[in-house]
């Protein structure tokens, strides 16, 4: 079993009181939701509870939530929904370098169909342009796609300031809010955010479900086709125990958001403090607007590559977990004007509560003794 877990960003462990809340419905409480008799009216409640600790968690409203298997759902039903529903209204969106692949690969497929992108630059420190991005804006932009935070650097967008920027241009945004949900406030009235998504495993959820935030108006096609549910966006039979899973795990972080993000501020503080007593590091990215639980950095002497895979004792990553896999350098450190030996020399740290000073003590000496 691992000593140490520093990969929260790719994953978290499931609360306890979400698998309290879960157990119910994989064992009594097993009727189809759909289904017009007590055994499905009893799930069907359940459900929509758990759409109400979803809405309360954004401040949006009940029915603007969506069920899904996750994020990389969610981005696909968004986007290609969207362009398929409102292309007589526009033929060009934006997104940024730095976006998580889910986002990168759809709109790479929609140039496919005769769509034209922008994908925006940032600067060393991972934030877009304002300017920038009021420069893209075009006749025929009916889509803005930019991420509330960075998962390789936990770096923050100006997610405020692009939604007030969309909303005055009458384009749609879309908010990949996978990383911020949880750790920092979202608020997508507040923020003027159309379209959002989120994974319940981010948020110490369970994995396989997600939420697609849809603005009451907006026309999506959907990706599936069949019974109608989710008002006939997300056709299949609903995954009770996991989106119940996730309306608990929605509401302790809504409970409990500012209680951890001040713990997790103190873990941040004395993790980056270590870190920096090692020769030549560097912490990558925004430093004043970032989610304290993502910490990329640099390390010269370090080879990432092999210091993750042979490191038994602890869990760590040097970028995405859905591109891990692919021996490549980060298409985000990339984006921020770094070289193939820097992101090569990259690791991602991200913590929760739960870590403690001893465990950092002990990744740090790990790293030490792995530099070259």
Do not use: W
């Not at 209204?89 to 998580?100: A, C, L, Q, Y």
């Not at 026309?219 to 989106?243: A, D, K, M």
């Amino acid at each position: 079993m691992l000593i140490n877990y520093f990969d929260n960003a790719s994953t978290t462990k499931i609360d306890s009181r979400v698998l309290e809340a879960m157990s119910p419905y994989l064992n009594d409480f097993f009727g189809n939701a759909s289904s017009n008799h007590e055994f499905g009216k009893k799930t069907k409640n359940s459900i929509e509870k758990a759409r109400t600790q979803v809405a309360e968690l954004i401040n949006s409203h009940d029915d603007e939530i969506i069920f899904t298997s996750g994020s990389t759902e969610s981005i696909n039903l968004a986007l290609k929904g969207y362009v398929e529903s409102n292309f007589d209204k526009g033929n060009h969106i934006i997104t940024v370098k730095t976006e998580h692949k889910a986002v990168l690969a759809t709109c790479e497929y929609l140039e496919t169909k005769g769509f034209e992108v922008t994908y925006l630059n940032v600067d060393q420190r991972g934030v877009i342009s304002i300017d920038d991005l009021n420069k893209a804006i075009r006749t025929g932009t009916f889509l803005v796609c930019i991420m509330y935070v960075n998962n390789e650097t936990g770096v923050i967008q100006p997610i405020s300031e692009i939604g007030s920027i969309a909303k005055e241009n009458n384009i749609r945004f879309f908010c990949d809010g996978t990383q911020a949900i949880g750790k920092i406030v979202v608020d997508v009235e507040k923020d003027n955010i159309d379209m959002l998504c989120l994974s319940g495993h981010k948020l110490n959820g369970p994995k396989g479900v997600g939420v697609l935030y849809k603005r009451r108006g907006i026309e999506l096609t959907p990706l599936l086709h069949g019974g109608g549910q989710e008002n006939g966006l997300r056709s299949g039979t609903y995954n009770t125990p996991f989106i119940v899973g996730l309306g608990k795990a929605c509401e302790i972080a809504h409970n409990e958001l500012k209680a951890n993000a001040l713990i997790l501020e103190l873990i941040s503080k004395y993790l980056i403090q270590e870190l920096e007593k090692i020769t030549g590091s560097i912490i990558i990215g925004e430093t004043k607007s970032r989610v304290p639980n993502i910490i990329d950095v640099l390390i010269p002497g370090l080879n990432s590559e092999i210091f993750i895979s042979k490191s038994h004792d602890i869990a760590i990553s040097n970028g995405s977990a859905c591109t891990s896999q692919i021996i490549e350098s980060s298409h985000v450190l990339k984006a921020m004007g770094f070289s193939d030996q820097e992101c090569n020399q990259s690791i991602r740290i991200s913590i929760d509560k739960s870590t403690t000073e001893n465990q950092i003590n002990e990744l740090v000496k790990i790293i030490k003794a792995e530099i070259i």
